[in-house]
Nanobody, 125 residues
Framework: QVQLVESGGGLVQAGGSLRLSCVGS????????MAWFRQAPGKERKFVAA????????YYTDSVKGRFTISRDNAKNTVYLQMNSLKPEDTAVYYC??????????????????WGKGTLVTVSS
């Protein structure tokens, strides 16, 4: 099973950008569909974005469409989340997750069987 480690979080002003990275090890990374979830303080973890094994199919939650971009580099066993035009409401711990099955439109955590420990993103107003 793949192990995942996120990085790239930090403090940024509203309107700024960050790029999160998630590196996988211990498995065949290119076989996994990958996703990003986030958990805001005091709230449940929620879906942000996902993509299939090749990167040819992606989908996003409505609140980040046009601002966030998920991508991957299978040669580097890495998935990215480019976050632009950040808002204070984007403040959260961001987690990457892996699944052996890609289901377009799936937003539930069920089926994602590998998770990183998260990286904190704080957007100041």
């Amino acid at each position: 099973q793949v192990q995942l480690v996120e990085s790239g979080g930090g403090l940024v002003q509203a309107g700024g950008s960050l790029r999160l990275s998630c590196v996988g090890s211990g498995g065949t990374f290119s076989r996994y569909a990958m996703a990003w979830f986030r958990q805001a303080p005091g709230k449940e973890r929620k879906f942000v974005a996902a993509m299939n094994w090749s990167g040819g199919s992606t989908y996003y939650t409505d609140s980040v469409k046009g601002r966030f971009t998920i991508s991957r580099d299978n040669a580097k066993n890495t998935v990215y989340l480019q976050m632009n035009s950040l808002k204070p409401e984007d403040t959260a711990v961001y987690y990457c997750a892996a699944s052996t099955v890609y289901v377009y439109g799936r937003v539930q955590e069920d089926g994602f069987n590998a998770w990183g420990k998260g990286t904190l993103v704080t957007v100041s107003s």
